[in-house]
């Protein structure tokens, strides 16, 4: 038998929501496996935040780095300043963790609706780089609210923190099939940064002969997006643009509720984190008609990132089945994680 320690945040808006129903799925897969998971739940984003003013503690962070893993729901919340939780907590979060590679699959599923007519076989991975970019806070503004006000956001690329999400996107693509490599950048434009990156995966690429490499400026990959994304195999990209493509990648393989991601730190220094693509969605909150489908797949990642890879395929693969047969009745979020449970195997009261 083995024991996993899980941490929780299931955060704001649908993101309990959607959590639930994901470690609904996760007691089903693990049901008489002999792995037994121990829950720690954490208690932040907006609603802690009113009461004490904390939206990550020193404290709250050894907890977490005591666990194997963690899954998040989602954070963010209307009545917060916004940038105050999402940047104090889940980003300080991959951060603090040393998440650098935010993984977004995207897989069409047979059977699921999207808007492109012909979208052809889509199944490729974005190895997004985390704790980088536009997104440090390396930045400040003066003058604010005056007509000379000047705001900057700086973004940083190491040659450190490049180089090691490269080397994992390569070995990425390596095992995958087609073992194909686009680097999305804009180095037209941004040649400070965008050399470095073309530069670290020309060297990189050296040591990964099978791997065939090409390159799209962002701007022009959210056409091939549209217009041709079975072109893609692995994407490897800065923190902002990996952030927007991924949006849009979830919107051509069947929508953001379908969407996964695992924050990963390779390394094993620190927990990884799992997470759906989408945010707290506080316009849909409460109704009880959020998809948990995004949470579930996280949690396939996150089983894979375990090593429990038999687990995460046949949580995959009551994706797939449950996806293959929806026919456009609605149903709740409760409603698809008791059907995802019931097919794994599990009987759901009620
Ligand atoms: P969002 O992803 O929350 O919502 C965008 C749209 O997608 C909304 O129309 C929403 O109803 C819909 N949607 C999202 N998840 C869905 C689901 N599971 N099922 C069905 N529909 C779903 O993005 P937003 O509106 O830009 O941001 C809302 C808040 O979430 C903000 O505070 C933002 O900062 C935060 N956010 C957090 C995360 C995260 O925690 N990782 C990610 C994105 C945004
Ligand atoms: C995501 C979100 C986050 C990001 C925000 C909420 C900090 O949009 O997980 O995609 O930009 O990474
Ligand atoms: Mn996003």
Do not use: C
């Amino acid at each position: 038998t083995r024991t996993i320690d899980l941490a929780l945040v299931p955060g704001d808006g649908i993101g309990p929501e959607v959590v639930a129903e994901g470690l609904k799925v996760l007691d089903a897969v693990l049901a008489g496996s002999g792995v037994t998971v121990n829950r720690t739940e954490l208690e932040l984003g907006a609603k802690r935040w009113h009461a004490t003013g904390e939206t990550l503690t020193d404290a709250d962070l050894e907890t977490i780095r005591g666990h194997d893993a963690i899954l998040l729901g989602a954070i963010g919340d209307p009545t917060v300043p916004s940038g105050v939780l999402e940047r104090g907590l889940l980003l300080k979060l991959r951060f603090a963790l040393d998440h650098y590679v935010n993984l977004r699959p995207s897989k069409l599923f047979p059977g699921v609706p999207t808007p492109l007519a012909d979208p052809g076989e889509v199944d490729f991975v974005v190895v997004r780089e985390g704790t980088e970019g536009p997104y440090v806070g390396n930045g400040g503004a003066i003058r604010v609210g005056t007509p000379a006000e000047v705001a900057n956001e700086v973004s940083v690329n190491t040659a450190f923190g490049v180089e090691r999400v490269v080397r994992d996107a390569f070995a990425r693509a390596q095992a995958r099939p087609r073992k194909q490599l686009t680097l999305v950048h804009k180095h037209n434009v941004l040649v400070h940064a965008g050399h470095l990156w073309r530069r670290t995966v020309e060297a990189v690429g050296a040591e990964y002969p099978e791997v065939s490499v090409d390159y799209a400026h962002v701007d022009a990959a959210t056409i091939y997006l549209v217009t041709d994304p079975a072109r893609f195999d692995v994407i490897v990209t800065d923190n902002l643009f990996g952030d927007i493509i991924t949006d849009l990648a979830a919107a051509i393989s069947g929508g953001i509720g379908l969407a996964a991601s695992g924050n990963i730190n390779p390394d094993r220094s620190a927990p990884s984190m799992f997470e759906p693509v989408h945010g707290s969605a506080p316009d849909i909150a409460g109704t009880g008609t959020a998809d948990p489908t995004a949470t579930v797949l996280s949690v396939s990642l996150m089983l894979e990132h375990l090593g429990l890879t038999e687990e995460a395929a046949r949580v995959s693969a009551a994706v797939a089945e449950d996806i293959g047969e929806r026919d456009g009745t609605p149903r709740t979020t409760t409603q698809i994680g008791d059907a995802l449970a019931a097919r794994l195997g599990v009987r759901v009261a009620g």
